[in-house]
């Protein structure tokens, strides 16, 4: 949360300068208080881990958020039960006579599929297109991410020749923007995918920029200018054991996998879990709800403000 100061104070512009938040007696006067709305697609096959992990993080917050999820209606989960999607989640046909601050499309374990090939792909297309009219701020992560960029811009994802795995050191590339603020130069995040986007394809788009990536992981964070739209490439939402869980499960499944990178002490299964990204993913999560939906979406839902696209998106099936 900002700091609330003299408009006129000295320090005001050395907080400035140094990408700390203040906020000056006039703005915080004309702020109204009301909770957040967010709206949660959760494409993940285990509902419940997903749920509990995104929530962790986003409640902790001094601000008040209330949240739903939303579940594809032409795709049905195969890990969770009929009852439980019906009682605990919302389709579009619902969604649609609502408005909210902020939207999460969660990552999905179908990478290695075309994207046109992914069963529910016209229906989350229609989610998207929505979100253009209906939600202030959009968070992607990981195949969320790929799958963002390649229908409102047309980026491709690429395989690689083995999985992306563990945790890797990241440094942040843009300095002074709001969404990394109070990180350090070089922090850690979690990796888990087999596609991924290449570097050129974003520095070659005007309407895109590269906020955060890894020598050795790759690109981490990209924004569209505007910072409606946020792209995640790695799971900041991930929890101390989910790595290891994927590990094993591929393990007891015959797949080839190698050991998650930085992830255990030493390197080795034995000597246990070396949890080192909580810190930098709970500030991820908070920076993006206070600067990009708090600070930013107006009081009324009502009066938020439609962003037309400048073009047709790539994937434009779904309005023919």
Same mark, same amino acid.
């Given at each position: 949360?900002? !700091?609330?100061?003299?408009?006129?104070?000295?320090?005001?512009?050395?907080?400035?300068?140094?990408?700390?938040?203040?906020?000056?007696?006039?703005?915080?006067?004309?702020?109204?208080?009301?909770?957040l709305r967010?709206?949660?697609?959760?494409?993940?096959?285990?509902?419940?881990?997903?749920?509990?992990?995104?929530?962790?993080?986003?409640?902790?917050?001094?601000?008040q958020i209330e949240v739903d999820f939303l579940r594809t209606a032409t795709y049905t989960a195969k890990h969770a039960s009929q009852e439980y999607l019906q009682e605990f989640y919302i389709t579009l046909e619902k969604a649609k006579q609502l408005k909210y601050d902020g939207l999460i499309i969660?990552?999905?374990?179908?990478?290695?599929?075309?994207?046109?090939?992914?069963?529910?792909?016209?229906?989350?297309?229609?989610?998207?297109?929505?979100?253009?009219?209906? !939600?202030?701020?959009?968070?992607?992560?990981?195949?969320g991410a790929q799958a963002g960029l390649f229908y409102h811009y047309g980026i491709q994802k690429h395989p690689i020749d083995k999985k992306m795995f563990g945790v890797f050191d990241h440094e942040v590339s843009k300095k002074h923007t709001p969404l990394l603020r109070g990180f350090d130069d070089i922090f850690?995040?979690?990796?888990?995918?087999?596609?991924?986007?290449?570097?050129?394809?974003?520095?070659?788009?005007?309407?895109?920029?590269?906020?955060?990536?890894?020598?050795?992981?790759?690109?981490?964070?990209?924004?569209?200018?505007?910072m409606?739209?946020?792209?995640?490439f790695g799971h900041p939402e991930y929890?101390?054991?989910?790595?290891?869980?994927?590990?094993?499960?591929?393990?007891?499944?015959?797949l080839p996998i190698e050991m998650p990178k930085n992830y255990y002490k030493d390197n080795d299964v034995e000597k246990g879990i070396l949890v080192s990204w909580?810190?930098?993913?709970?500030?991820?999560?908070?920076?993006?709800?206070?600067?990009?939906?708090?600070?930013?979406?107006?009081?009324?839902?009502e009066l938020l403000p439609s962003e037309k696209p400048k073009k047709v998106p790539y994937y434009s099936s779904i309005k023919k």
């Open positions: 949360m900002p !700091v609330k100061i003299s408009e006129s104070l000295p320090a005001r512009k050395i907080l400035e300068d140094e990408n700390i938040f203040v906020m000056t007696e006039k703005r915080a006067s004309s702020q109204d208080i009301r909770p967010l709206l949660i697609l959760n494409l993940m096959p285990l509902k419940t881990s997903t749920e509990t992990s995104l929530l962790r993080r986003l409640s902790n917050t001094p601000l969660t990552g999905a374990p179908i990478e290695t599929l075309e994207f046109e090939d992914v069963e529910y792909w016209l229906e989350l297309c229609e989610i998207m297109k929505w979100a253009e009219e209906h !939600v202030y701020s959009t968070l992607f992560l990981c195949w850690k995040a979690p990796h888990s995918r087999h596609t991924e986007v290449k570097r050129e394809d974003i520095l070659n788009h005007k309407d895109l920029e590269i906020l955060s990536e890894s020598d050795e992981a790759g690109l981490y964070i990209v924004a569209s200018t505007d409606r739209k946020v792209f995640v929890e101390k054991h989910t790595l290891d869980g994927e590990y094993l499960r591929d393990i007891k499944k015959g909580f810190s930098h993913a709970q500030l991820l999560y908070n920076n993006w709800l206070n600067y990009y939906v708090y600070q930013t979406t107006p009081f009324n839902l």
